[in-house]
């Protein structure tokens, strides 16, 4: 039998990663997000969640600077 079949398969990590880019920019398709919904643990998706915003604020905060250090 097929993971797809059972239903309950586990996200892999990179399905986690793309599932976490997707909700950050608001777009998830309703078979990712069933899949997430069902065989996701949500304790992976939390950290996936606060490392993701962690480094695009870190990535936001290295652009600011370069961009305020080249003005001046």
């Known amino acids: ?16 990663v793309l599932s976490t880019l997707a909700a950050a920019i608001g777009v998830q398709s309703s078979k990712n997000r ?13 950290a996936a969640g606060v490392i993701f915003t962690a480094l695009f604020v870190l990535t936001l905060v290295l652009v600011v600077k370069t961009v305020l250090g080249n003005m001046g």
């Open 1 to 16: 039998m097929n993971e797809d079949d059972t239903g309950n398969e586990k996200p892999s990590f990179g399905q986690v």
């Open 34 to 46: 069933e899949r997430d919904f069902k065989g996701g643990s949500i304790k992976t998706y939390i």
